[in-house]
Each structure stands twice: as structure tokens, then as C-alpha cells.
């Protein structure tokens, strides 16, 4: 038996370390978008690992904004202080490369939200919030008449939120009712 784990094994480590290395909770949605980006275990593969996590209580789970997320349990963190040399030096690497590559992408998506819906033809409603401390601190919904027109609203949302944020406080909050 060689002295680098494999499998199953290692990819519940390399779960553990690339979690203690990003130091942030990830939701299923965010870890399946990385795993298929940076191509680690594969979707199912990926699954398995964070089940047998869970029932092991090496990680747990926690209501966030986004949805149920993943952190890692003390009893994690021990066990992969313990085993991560069996994790093979390069594939640690590109762990660390990943988790500072995504970091602040991770970071946005956590601060910002946004979604759209159909209603009716040529009627999309758009969903934008902003958060602090895992609590929505503002929230809009507005409609727009096409898909195009809401996606765009959408992509740019996370880049402009902090802006459009501030001119619509500091414009509710003049008191001559001037434009700020």
C-alpha cells in the first residue's frame, strides 16, 4: 500500500483541506460549480464525499443566505491536520491555487444576490439583495420586459450593488429632496 490515499479517501481530504484553506462556508450549488470547474472528483464522486463528511460530522451544515452551506467541524480540521501530508503535494497545490483563485468570487456571491422569473411574456421579474452578516440589509424587485434586459441586470448586480446601494440611501435620506 503506497503512502498517498486515493479515492474515496482522498477526495474527502482534499474536501477537507481545500474548506480549511478558503475558510469559508460553501453551499452544494458552489462546491459542485468548482468541482466541475478545476475538475477534482466529478459530480457524483464529489456527492458521495460530502455525505459520508456529514454523517461523519468532519463537516455540517449551516443556514446562510444562499441556502444550506457546508463549514468544516473542529473535528475536521483535527483530522486533516493529521492526514494532510496523504494528500499528494501537487494536488494540495492546486487545491491552495483554487481556493485563492475563487476566494473573492466566493466572497461577492455570499454579499450579493440576484434571480429572475418569468411571469408572463414579456414580463421579468428581477430579484436583487445585498448582505451583511448573513442578513439581507436590502432587497429590490422590479420588472423588466425581457429575458436579455434581466440577465443583464443580474450579471451586473454583484460589480454595481455597493454604488447602487449608497445613491438610493443617500437619496432617500436628503431632506430637500434633491438629487444627490
Not at 482534499?14 to 475538475?39: K, N
Not at 440577465?151 to 460589480?159: G, I, T
Amino acid at each position: 500500500m503506497g503512502f498517498f490515499s486515493t479515492g474515496i479517501t482522498l477526495n474527502k481530504l482534499s474536501i477537507l483541506y481545500f474548506m480549511r484553506v478558503l475558510g469559508l462556508p460553501l453551499t452544494p450549488q458552489q462546491f459542485a460549480e468548482l468541482d466541475a470547474r478545476e475538475g477534482w472528483m466529478g459530480y457524483f464522486n464529489l456527492q458521495q464525499a460530502l455525505a459520508d463528511l456529514l454523517e461523519s460530522e468532519l463537516l455540517r451544515t449551516i443556514p446562510s443566505a444562499l441556502g444550506d452551506s457546508y463549514v468544516i467541524n473542529e473535528s475536521g480540521l483535527d483530522t486533516i491536520a493529521q492526514f494532510e501530508k496523504r494528500i499528494p503535494d501537487s494536488l494540495r497545490s492546486n487545491l491552495e491555487r483554487a481556493a485563492h483563485k475563487n476566494k473573492k468570487a466566493l466572497l461577492i456571491q455570499r454579499q450579493y444576490s440576484s434571480s429572475m422569473k418569468k411571469e408572463a411574456p414579456l414580463e421579468y421579474r428581477v430579484e436583487l439583495k445585498a448582505f451583511e452578516n448573513e442578513k439581507a440589509i436590502f432587497e429590490l424587485s422590479f420588472m423588466v420586459t425581457s429575458r436579455e434586459a434581466a440577465q443583464r441586470v443580474c450579471d451586473e448586480w454583484s460589480v454595481k450593488a455597493p454604488s447602487v446601494y449608497r445613491a438610493i440611501v443617500m437619496q432617500l435620506q436628503s431632506e430637500d429632496g434633491e438629487i444627490v
